[in-house]
């Protein structure tokens, strides 16, 4: 069974930094495609990072492209976002997803997450 594991939240004023961690059971791992998800109060859930399995390719939401980065390290089984510049409307709970056929928009398995707060 594979289990999810986020970390690394809390809250932060405007302009700080935090990286959030997301630990993954699995011997496979390192052939899953990886993706951050965040989800506002009263908002839909929305695509935040995705990295390839080889780790060469990434890809970023409009909003948080060039604050934001996403990469992972197969020997510990972890992926990770390092989130700086962060602003108030980064607020949210963020998730990590595994995708085992490598899709970019189709996620098998996805951790509780982690609650991001930043104030102004």
């Known amino acids: 069974q594979v289990q999810l594991v986020e970390s690394g939240g809390g809250l932060v004023q405007a302009g700080g930094s935090l990286r959030l961690s997301c630990a993954a059971s699995g011997r496979t791992f390192s052939t899953w495609a990886l993706g951050w998800f965040r989800q506002a109060p009263g908002k839909e859930r929305e695509f935040v990072a995705h990295?390839?399995?080889?780790?060469?390719?990434?890809y970023y939401a409009d909003s948080v492209k060039g604050r934001f980065t996403i990469s992972r390290d197969n020997a510990k089984n972890t992926v990770y976002l390092q989130m700086n510049s962060l602003k108030p409307e980064d607020t949210a709970v963020y998730y990590c997803?595994?995708?085992?056929?490598?899709?970019?928009?189709?996620?098998?398995?996805w951790g509780q997450g982690t609650q991001v707060a930043v104030s102004s």
């Open positions: 997803a595994a995708s085992v056929m490598g899709s970019y928009a189709n996620y098998d398995y």
């Open positions: 990295i390839a399995r080889s780790g060469g390719n990434t």
